[in-house]
Nanobody, 127 residues
């Protein structure tokens, strides 16, 4: 098991940027596939981006490609989500998720595959 703590959320104007961080406990972070997901009020949780434990595979929701970037620093046990050109429709609670994986290239986009979740951080984009 790994514990996850997100930070970096807040209020930003449309067109602005935020960088979310997800710090993980545990010595095996480098073996965890990681993902960022979001949930807006009244909507289902959806994938934002995922990254394999090796960092060689990333996945992005089609609507977010080119604006969001996921990365990880295994030395710091942290995964990041850089969000640029934010839009009001990006407003949501953003959560990071993790799962131990034996596959260096695996970065599933399905929320149910992940078995460790953070509490989430609110991102609000004003128009």
């Amino acid at each position: 098991q790994v514990q996850l703590l997100e930070s970096g959320g807040g209020l930003v104007q449309a067109g602005g940027s935020l960088r979310l961080s997800c710090a993980a406990s545990g010595r095996t972070f480098s073996q965890y596939a990681m993902g960022w997901f979001r949930q807006a009020p009244g909507k289902e949780r959806e994938v934002v981006a995922t990254i394999s434990w090796s960092g060689t595979t990333t996945y992005y929701a089609d609507s977010l490609k080119g604006r969001f970037t996921i990365s990880r620093d295994n030395n710091k046990n942290t995964v990041y989500l850089q969000m640029n050109s934010l839009k009001p429709e990006d407003t949501a609670v953003y959560s990071c998720a993790a799962r131990l994986s034996s596959l260096a290239w695996s970065a599933p986009a399905v929320p149910s595959w992940y078995d460790n979740w953070g509490q989430g951080t609110q991102v609000t984009v004003s128009s």
